[in-house]
């Protein structure tokens, strides 16, 4: 990515943007009055600029196009959005224009896949509302239920962020006047009432997040009155073969791989619940993903390729849940080979029941992509 050099006299007058610095020779862009995008859009000015670890470059700008002027983002010269353009939600249209005065509605975030996720106004025939979609795939709105693959709530925070993983988090309260609440896409992620390391949070701090590598950290008030900073792990698998059945406490149990994908950072967390409490667990491992029978167990192995179990047994204890932190230096295969970058590992999670008799089952299976 080229340089970004502003001219400041009275105000904004030039931004040059290098958006081709590879291309001997290629053109630059310049923004400011009078200065067209290649589509003829002429920049007012521009209101703020970002930039992700692949270099791309996310501006958001006052255009004027055919006599007619409105806040434009654009992704490396291309439009994404502009006030007027259609938003995701049927008959209804982008009012992106509140961001030229950084209006508590509006946010844009670009993440290092080069999506946009935005926060902001709609109108349409429901009215005005604020709306979040990554790409505009619609996340969440503050207008009514009618079937959207999105979730209906009262009110949205600015700051939404999209997640390496793809997954959008953003702040909101789901009634009116209720307190603020962070999702995961569609998903509650934390929410007052909710306690931790044996404290209990009073106020989620809207806008108060921020993620990197299967990891967030989140900025909340405890019902004591102090103020803490919350690290959590977030899921960084991908979700491989479902149980081939309920086990003898009715449930599917899940597998999640939390917090480092890296194949040499911090352990790989490993978490399964769902399963009959005060029995042995084995976690294992595959090169590959599979689907096979397993002689005398209820479960399917959803493992094949270089396959190995590690050799410490896991009890679930009360609670139905084991926990693993993965050494991704030595997997428990011939030679003991540490997980290198670009591999991708299955793990699932063995364990014994009464189902009524006895016998084994299985979990899902987690799927990790390790990056270097």
Known sequence: MGPLVGADEDERSL?????????????????????????GTEVIDVVSVSVNDAGQLLTVAEERL????????????QLVARTGSPAPVPGHLWDLDEAASFGAATSFHLDDTGAVTITGRLTGPFGTSVAVARDQQLVAWTGPDVGLPARSVAAIMRGATSTPRGRVLWFGAESSGGPVVLFEDQDVLLAPGDGFAGE??????????????????????????????????????????????????GLLPQLH???????????????????????????AVGSAAGLSAIPGSQGT???TGAVGRFPTVLNSGAAGRVEFDLDAASLPLPGAPAIQPG??????????????????????????????
Do not use: K, M
């Open 257 to 283: 791989a939390l917090g480092s994908d890296f194949a040499d950072g911090a352990p790989l967390h490993l978490s399964a619940s769902g399963l009959p409490p005060l029995q042995g667990c084995i976690l």
């Open 15 to 39: 931004y040059e943007i290098d958006l081709a610095p590879a291309q001997a020779g290629a053109p630059r862009l310049l923004l400011g009055p009078s200065a067209p995008y290649p589509d």
């Open 200 to 249: 209990t949070i009073d106020v989620v701090r809207a806008g108060g997040a921020t993620e990197n590598g299967g990891f967030l950290a989140v900025l909340v008030d405890l019902a004591d009155g102090r103020t803490a900073v919350l690290r959590r792990a977030l899921p960084v698998e991908v979700q491989g073969c479902q149980p081939a059945g309920p086990n003898s406490v």
């Open 301 to 303: 192995l959803c493992l």
């Open 66 to 77: 055919g006599g007619f002027s409105a806040v434009g983002v654009r992704v490396d010269g």
């Open 343 to 372: 591999e991708t590992w299955h793990f699932q999670c063995w364990y014994r029941d009464l189902n009524p008799t006895t016998t084994s089952n299985l979990t899902s299976s987690a799927i990790v992509t390790f990056r270097g």
